[in-house]
């Protein structure tokens, strides 16, 4: 009897811990998947439309717990850039995210794809697209912001996708002890830049190429390119424009590609590649090169050098990856919001 009921209460003493352990792991299901990936975006939006696709695709990635955009910099230095990414962050049900902008930077015209959605008022005058910021003038500067939020991340934590000009992450290094902040806090720098398949100048290096010079030489972490031939061939479906935003009224991904390309037509998505790249990059979306490091040549092309101490890799997409990763992105920047601004939690840091 006595060794029955031990016997016993041992069987419930396992139930009991087993039921624990399944409770627990249940609990914690985020936690047994991967962290989410900490990720700044740093973008040129309103100098082309796929940085909004880009965009809107990290929204679809955060939904599903496998990304948190810690904040969106700017290097196009103009009024509307800041708002309209305030204003897609709202519409994403996520207002507060943090927006930085450049300052004395590159391309300071005003782009239509920001501009129009950003005024566009209603019949009672109000916004169709609401948000914080209305004026850049408003947002803080870039390279502080930067560094304020490194700063508080844990080590080797920081994804970056930089999918404009190198302006801002340059002089992010060239602060009072940035390079060392980049090293201790970053762990991979992804980046559309450059074309590793033919000696042509590409838009974001050329256009402030010392700052691409001088980011390629001192970034102290690892870098992913992600060329101009990849994103040349990653289109975005004009079909997914007309069909697949019609859940909205009025919806500024949509509103932006019309204006920008003016056209029936796809168009290729080059920023989405690198984001891709930065949140998803065990899934084969893509191959990589081998290490080595990437310099400036002649008329500002990227030349790449093997080199297996070399701290940069590029992108490479086979025929056969091309079609699964167009769909995908595809699928997931046409992804409605899953929440609403007023249910989203703040995250406005000042
Ligand atoms: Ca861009």
């Known amino acids: 009897m006595i060794r029955y009921f031990s016997v016993t209460r041992e069987n419930m003493f396992r139930s009991l811990l087993l039921a624990l352990i399944l409770l627990t792991l249940a609990c914690s299901g985020r936690s047994l998947a991967a962290e989410p990936v900490r990720l700044i975006l740093d973008t040129d939006i309103g100098n082309d439309v796929d940085d909004a696709l880009a965009l809107a695709m990290i929204h679809a990635l955060e939904n599903r717990a496998e ?67 209305q004026d850049g003038s408003q947002a803080v500067d870039a390279v502080e912001l930067l560094a304020r939020l490194i700063r508080g991340e844990p080590d080797h934590s920081v994804t970056i996708a930089q999918i404009g000009f190198s302006t801002n992450l340059v002089r992010l290094l060239k602060t009072s002890g940035g390079r060392d902040l980049v090293r201790q806090k970053v762990k991979v720098l992804c980046l559309m830049a450059g074309n590793f398949v033919k000696a042509e100048p590409e838009y974001n290096v050329y256009t402030d190429p010392d700052s691409a010079r001088s980011l390629f030489e001192q970034w102290p972490t690892s870098m992913i390119f992600s060329g101009f031939e990849v994103g040349l061939k990653i289109t975005f479906p004009f079909e997914a424009i007309q069909r697949d935003f019609a859940y909205a009224d009025k919806h500024p991904i949509p509103e932006a590609y019309r204006i920008y390309v003016g056209k029936p037509e796809d168009h290729p998505n080059w920023d989405s590649t690198a984001v891709l790249e930065a949140i998803r990059p065990d899934r084969g979306y893509f191959d990589l090169s081998p290490p080595g490091r990437v310099t400036l040549g002649p008329k500002d092309t990227t030349v790449f050098t093997p080199d297996p101490q070399g701290n940069c890799r590029y992108l490479i997409i086979r025929p056969d990856q091309v079609e699964r990763v167009r769909e995908l992105i595809a699928i997931l920047v046409s992804e409605p919001p899953q929440r609403t601004p007023s249910a989203a939690t703040s995250r406005m840091v000042f």
């Open 67 to 133: 990304v948190r955009l810690l904040a969106v910099t700017i290097t196009k230095d103009n009024r509307y850039a800041a708002p309209f990414v305030d204003l897609l962050n709202t519409f994403y049900g996520r207002p507060g995210i943090p927006i930085g902008v450049v300052h004395n930077g590159k391309t300071r015209e005003d782009s239509p794809m920001l501009k129009v959605p950003v005024e566009r008022r209603d019949s009672s005058g109000q916004y169709v697209y609401p948000r914080h910021i």
